[in-house]
């Protein structure tokens, strides 16, 4: 199992409020919108072509960023993956994790980005670097 490219096709971003007050729930969700079987004549093989759409949204009404694109992917149940796709329109779960995982990284990743560039608060939290705490010190008696 190897996804073994990735492009974006679509990068659309808005944002629909000028101030931000109170609480802001940003959410993301990944959705495969179809899975076919692609030829990749540079590497003389066949692959899976999925094709997503992941939306991340700020909520009340604030902004929504959505990204599409195309993954490609190659493995030993490529043909299985694609006969359940097309029986129930699912991929299956150990194809899905994998394949949900690499979008998360790749999507958020852009998709904070073009959050900086709206002025919307970034999809994920991004660790801090705080002062150090001013030592206390105690004098010995002896």
């Known amino acids: 199992m190897t996804i073994i490219g990735f492009k974006f096709t679509t990068v659309e971003g ?3 409020k000028d101030a931000i007050k ?23 093989k066949k692959a899976l072509s999925l094709r997503f759409e992941f939306i991340t949204a700020y909520e009340p009404d604030i902004g929504v960023i959505k990204v599409g694109g195309e993954v490609f992917y190659i493995g030993d149940n490529s043909a299985n993956v694609l006969k359940q796709w097309k029986t129930k329109k699912m991929l299956p779960e150990e194809v899905g994790v994998e394949i ?12 904070s980005a073009i959050a900086e560039d709206l002025q919307l608060p970034p999809p994920i939290g991004f660790p801090r670097v705080k ?11 002896g």
């Open 14 to 16: 808005k944002r629909e």
């Open 22 to 44: 109170g609480e802001v729930k940003v959410s993301s969700t990944p959705t495969i919108t179809e899975v076919k079987e692609a030829d990749l004549q540079q590497i003389d």
């Open 100 to 111: 949900l995982n690499y979008l998360f990284r790749r999507c958020l990743l852009k998709i």
């Open 131 to 141: 002062p150090k705490e001013p030592a206390t010190q105690t004098a010995y008696v």
